[in-house]
């Protein structure tokens, strides 16, 4: 059986599938990542992640096609672009978070150092993110389902018929 290869996820209706267009790949995360650390400059990513210059002005193209990064003139005053988060990238910070975390939980030898975010203000580790209901609850995935928006949303025969 031959695999159809998929080359967006725009008409999904995943929440998960749907950014996988934005920020579906390694070097994405990881240009995201520094940009929360930091990094502005074409020069600063490339440095950081050894990403040859073709792939990160792609990757970089398209973050900014998804508004997750925009260019804006050198903070320096000099000719160059810095790159930083817009809100959108910015709403992405959870997300790192969490993959962060769960590396920590299950790709270190229990004994192998490693980076650790910390609360500015304190010095303190950040705590384990956690899910929780409206209600307060902490959920596991065995508390949620996913839905179809037919199934949240009334259709038109159901708004008429509501009348």
């Known amino acids: 059986m031959q695999m159809v290869k998929r ?66 003139p050198a903070s320096d005053g000099s000719a160059y672009q810095d790159y930083v988060l817009t809100e959108k990238g910015r709403a992405l910070f959870p997300l790192l978070v969490a993959l962060r975390q769960w590396g920590e939980a299950f790709c270190f030898a229990p004994d192998e150092a490693h980076v650790v975010l910390v609360d500015k203000a304190t010095g303190k580790p950040v705590p384990r993110l956690e899910l929780r209901a409206q209600d307060g609850r902490a959920l596991a995935p065995e508390d949620t389902v996913v839905v179809h928006p037919s199934a949240i949303r009334p259709t038109k025969r159901q708004r008429a018929k509501a009348s």
């Open 7 to 72: 080359t967006s996820h725009a008409d999904s209706l995943c929440g998960v599938a749907r950014p996988l267009d934005a920020i579906g790949d390694g070097w994405s995360l990881l240009i995201v990542r520094d940009a929360f650390d930091g990094l502005r400059r074409f020069g600063e990513f490339q440095r950081s992640l050894g990403l040859s210059k073709n792939i990160l002005a792609v990757r970089l193209r398209n973050l900014v096609a998804h508004d997750i990064l925009e260019t804006v």
